[in-house]
C-alpha cells in the first residue's frame, strides 16, 4: 500500500511551487508527462520514490495508470491544481475530479506485497 510519506511526496512535487520550478529548469520532464507510459519513471524522479513506491505504482493495472498521467498532464497544461489522494481498497481504482480550479485524483488499491485479486485471474 501506499505509505502516507509516498502520497506526501507526490503531492509536495505536484504544487503550483514545484510544477512552476520544472516548468523552468526542466521543461522536457512537462513533455515526457505528455506521453503514454511515463508516470511510473516520472514520479520516481520527481518525487524521488523508492522502489516500494515505484512497485506499488507498476502494479497498477496500465489503463488506470495512464488516466492518472493524463488528468495530471491536463492538470498542469491548464494551470489547475492537482490533488493526490489513497485509501485501501479490494481492487485498483482511480477516481479523477475536476472542480473547475483544481483535478482530484484517488486512488484506491490493496495492499502488496501480495494482492489477493491476483488469484482469481485465469
Given at each position: 500500500?501506499?505509505?502516507?510519506?509516498?502520497?506526501?511526496?507526490?503531492?509536495?512535487?505536484?504544487?503550483?511551487?514545484?510544477?512552476?520550478?520544472?516548468?523552468?529548469?526542466?521543461?522536457?520532464?512537462?513533455?515526457?508527462?505528455?506521453?503514454?507510459?511515463?508516470?511510473?519513471?516520472?514520479?520516481?524522479?520527481?518525487?524521488?520514490?523508492?522502489?516500494?513506491d515505484r512497485?506499488?505504482?507498476?502494479?497498477?493495472?496500465?489503463?488506470?495508470?495512464?488516466?492518472?498521467?493524463?488528468?495530471i498532464a491536463s492538470a498542469i497544461q491548464d494551470d489547475k491544481a492537482i490533488h493526490v489522494a489513497y485509501t485501501p481498497g479490494y481492487d485498483f481504482e482511480v477516481r479523477l475530479n475536476d472542480n473547475v480550479q483544481g483535478i482530484s485524483v484517488h486512488l484506491s488499491g490493496p495492499y502488496p506485497p501480495t494482492y489477493p485479486r491476483d488469484g482469481y485471474v485465469p
Open positions: 500500500m501506499p505509505s502516507a510519506l509516498m502520497m506526501y511526496k507526490i503531492q509536495a512535487a505536484l504544487t503550483p511551487e514545484a510544477i512552476s520550478s520544472v516548468r523552468q529548469d526542466q521543461p522536457a520532464l512537462i513533455d515526457q508527462l505528455n506521453r503514454p507510459g511515463t508516470l511510473v519513471e516520472l514520479a520516481g524522479t520527481v518525487a524521488d520514490l523508492d522502489d516500494g512497485a506499488y505504482l507498476e502494479a497498477i493495472p496500465p489503463a488506470l495508470r495512464e488516466g492518472i498521467r493524463a488528468a
